[in-house]
């Protein structure tokens, strides 16, 4: 009998010894599982502003070079026209409705190119409520 009561004593003390591997494991398994779904959270919102980030990068890249083959394109066209002789301004040409540039050469050997309409550049720069408006005239 004390065989018996020795064997059922050591069986006891393994099973609850099992028993306690088995929550401490089960305990660990869920702060492993709790630690992998943080990291994917934190993983897909990292990703997600990295994207957001890039495709604006993209955006202001993509309207940098956009500004950048307009303004070669109008200086393009500005400069392949024929130039006048100095101190002659090109007379604006009516093309498909824009007007052309008008160039001047100064007589130091500057080029001034005016790509104003025609109404804008004799327009007012001060309304009539802003005081009084005096006509320029150069003296000689």
């Not at 065989?3 to 004593?9: F, L, T």
């Not at 002659?88 to 005016?114: K, L, S, V």
């Amino acid at each position: 009998m004390v065989c018996h009561s020795v064997s059922s004593k050591y069986l006891y003390i393994k099973l609850k010894t099992i028993t306690m591997l088995k929550g401490l494991l089960g305990f660990f398994a869920f702060i492993f599982f709790l630690i992998v779904l943080i990291l994917l959270l934190v993983g897909g919102y990292l990703y997600r502003t990295y994207r957001k980030i890039r495709v604006a990068a993209e955006r202001a890249a993509n309207r940098e070079a956009h500004q950048y083959r307009e303004e070669t394109g109008r200086q393009r066209q500005q400069y392949s026209q024929r130039q006048q002789p100095t101190g002659h301004a090109e007379q604006p040409n009516d093309f498909n409705g824009y007007e052309q540039p008008r160039q001047t050469t100064t007589a130091t050997g500057e080029t001034i190119i005016d790509n104003r309409h025609q109404e804008r550049e004799s327009k007012k720069i001060f309304d009539d409520s802003d005081g009084e408006y005096v006509d320029f005239v150069e003296e000689s």
